[in-house]
């Protein structure tokens, strides 16, 4: 057959198909066209694939692919991520017990949880786990090892241990149990002085507002007088979670949120409901680009009713309301079904038509923003996450970052901690004493600790003996920064990690800025 006869063949038997498909959907629902085209595609891979494909990673990636051209928020919750979504929710997980972060190809150990089974059996911060059931670590995100390391209660999971001081690794078997997430972890009095309350919010979940509640009362019979609330790097959760967290801040009455959708169904206005909690503790809010959902919802209610002061960088824009649809048993969509308005009207979600630009966070000019106004009548901008009253960015200097990234403050804080260094002999670090106690007349390590220059000489050492090398004049852009987290890391080990947190925020910009205007935080609420 020659080559213009088998076109001419093709095209006879191409042309009544395409005729009777397009016949066959006159008149027919374009959703039910589509859904027949699908099953064709299905039919024909099944059937004519030259190889044999899991259909249940086909389905799955059909139902990503449909909602990937709905909004960036729209998600599929398959099996895993739906058992991971239920966790963050309800504030429990069965596993171990244990805080983990890579650190270059190492997976290590920052902390068992008190109580937990991994505290039980000793493990310790700065174990490096090699192997979970006999499988590398190596490859595996802190994330893929998380995964590995949850599971159904009372199942066990053995994982191989790399101890400093140790000549060989050594296996440990770990039942699973019941796990506490909590979505409050640290709180403290900041500014003794002033009495400034500090609270950090890791996440929302069904109990952050009761976890809250206990940390304001703590902190108000340790004499609070003012409060900053951290809410960065908080990527949110459930609405109505935020909304009782602004209830707590807001006057009866006080408008937190609108919500609008196509569908009348989910429009709805949420208004403060309680009087007599916090209405008059004087306020301000940190956010950087990680404060997305709930968490811009409260930073937007308190903006807009004058209530406090917002300090940090414009929020991420994320001002979409998600519904969560069960597939079946153990999978889930979750649809974006609505969005967000600010008391003062404003929308919270950036756009994201050009997607590159949503992902990298580039925000639109603000004259292309939408204006808004407070109640006292104060100018706010919409259409671009939450901007803060007073604008501080951070960023961390490249030499920093490296050092960050390969775990050597940790590891130094670690071995400081042990007091396993050449420092003077005017420093001894029992960790089982409390600071400010003194061993025969020998200066102990107490709250006044600073990093001197022996003891960044030190440091240094100890990166050299890790085979990482530098630049000197990095060194000295970054030495403030340095020293900052060698004395978080150092605080982090003699006494907790609390009290790490504590100290590294007594010279984080922010949380600085946040003390230096609270006196306007403090008119808000006297009227002023």
């Not at 000793?122 to 802190?142: A, Q, Y």
């Not at 709180?187 to 976890?211: A, H, M, P, Q, W």
């Not at 603000?366 to 009548?377: A, N, P």
């Not at 005017?426 to 003891?455: C, M, W």
């Amino acid at each position: 057959m020659t080559k213009s006869s088998k076109r001419l063949l093709f095209l006879l038997l191409l042309v009544p198909a395409l005729f009777l498909v397009c016949r066959s959907t006159v008149g027919v629902d374009p959703w039910q066209q589509g859904l027949a085209k699908t099953m064709t595609l299905s039919s024909l891979v099944q059937q004519e694939y030259y190889e044999e494909k899991d259909p249940q990673k086909l389905t799955y990636a059909a139902i990503r692919g449909m909602l990937d051209t709905l909004d960036p928020h729209s998600y599929f919750l398959d099996p895993e991520s739906a058992r991971t979504f239920t966790e963050d929710y309800t504030g429990k997980y069965y596993g171990l017990g244990i805080q983990i972060q890579k650190q270059e190809d190492r997976l290590v150990v920052i902390a068992p949880i008190e109580g937990t089974p991994a505290w039980r059996l000793g493990i310790l911060p700065g174990d490096v786990i090699t192997h979970i059931e006999g499988e590398s670590t190596k490859p595996l995100s802190s994330t893929e090892a998380m995964v590995k390391l949850r599971g159904e209660k009372g199942t066990s999971v053995t994982i191989t241990i790399m101890r400093e001081g140790l000549d060989k690794p050594f296996d440990l078997t770990i039942t699973r149990e019941e796990i506490p997430l909590k979505s409050v972890p640290y709180s403290f009095i900041l500014n003794e002085d002033r009495k400034i309350g500090y609270i950090f919010i890791r996440n929302f979940g069904r109990n952050t507002v009761v976890e809250l509640e206990e940390k304001l009362e703590e902190l108000t019979n340790e004499g609070m007088q003012s409060l900053i609330l951290d809410l960065r790097g908080n990527t949110g959760g459930p609405v109505f979670q935020a909304v009782d967290m602004a209830d707590l801040f807001l006057p009866k009455g006080a408008k937190i949120v609108s919500m609008r959708g196509r569908n009348p169904a989910y429009n709805r206005d949420f208004y403060a409901s309680r009087d007599n909690q916090y209405e008059y503790l004087p306020l301000i809010i940190l956010i950087n680009q990680g404060t997305a959902s709930a968490s811009e919802i409260v930073a937007g209610a308190i903006m807009d009713n004058d209530r406090g002061l917002i300090v940090g960088e414009d929020s991420w824009g994320k001002g979409l309301v998600q519904t969560v649809f069960p597939l079946a048993a153990d999978m889930a969509v979750a649809i974006t079904t609505a969005k967000y308005l600010t008391p003062s009207g404003r929308e919270i979600q950036r756009d994201y038509s050009h997607l590159e630009d949503y992902l990298l966070a580039k925000k639109a000019p603000d004259e292309q923003r939408e204006v808004k106004y407070t109640l006292k009548g104060r100018k706010v901008l919409g259409q671009g996450g939450i901007s803060p009253d007073y604008e501080v960015k951070t960023s961390y200097q490249p030499l920093t970052v490296e050092f960050l990234i390969r775990g050597v403050f940790f590891s130094y804080g670690r071995k400081f901690g042990q007091h396993q260094t050449n420092l003077s002999e005017r420093y001894v670090f029992p960790q089982e004493l409390k600071a400010g106690a003194t061993v025969s007349g020998k200066k102990i390590f107490d709250e006044n600790f600073e990093v001197t220059p022996e003891v960044l000489e030190d440091f240094l050492e100890f990166v050299k003996s890790n085979g990482i090398k530098y630049e000197p004049s990095k060194l000295e852009e970054a030495e403030a920064e340095i020293k900052d987290e060698i004395k978080r890391e150092i605080f982090s080990s003699v006494i907790g990690l609390e009290e790490g947190i504590r100290v590294s925020r007594k010279t984080d910009p922010v949380v600085l800025k946040a003390i230096e205007v609270m006196p306007e935080a403090i008119a808000f609420v006297k009227g002023n």
